[in-house]
């Protein structure tokens, strides 16, 4: 099994620009999404867990004040990222 610490260092070494990049817009966009799949999962066993689903939604609008930053900046590489994270927009 996979735990979080394994997956967010994967995450990190696949989105970084360089090495020990952590706070580039791919990465922390990519850990968000992460985070947003594991509180998912979480709430579709607990679903009156209410105090969770307000975290799920900060989580899900600062990922999208991210792309939406990153967009602006260059829209090849949101372009890019959306694709790899799956993302619709």
């Known amino acids: 099994m996979i735990t979080l610490t394994d997956s967010k260092q994967e995450i990190i070494n696949k989105f970084a620009l360089k090495k020990g990049d952590t706070g580039s817009p791919e990465v922390q966009a990519a850990l968000l999404t992460l985070k947003i799949k594991k ?7 607990n679903k009156k867990d209410n105090h969770s689903r307000r975290g799920l939604l ?3 609008a600062k990922r999208r ?12 590489r949101y372009q890019k990222l959306a694709k790899e994270l799956g993302l619709k927009k």
């Open 39 to 45: 509180l998912t999962k979480h709430l579709e066993e």
């Open 58 to 60: 900060k989580v899900i």
């Open 65 to 76: 004040r991210i792309l939406n930053y990153l967009q602006r900046l260059d829209e090849k």
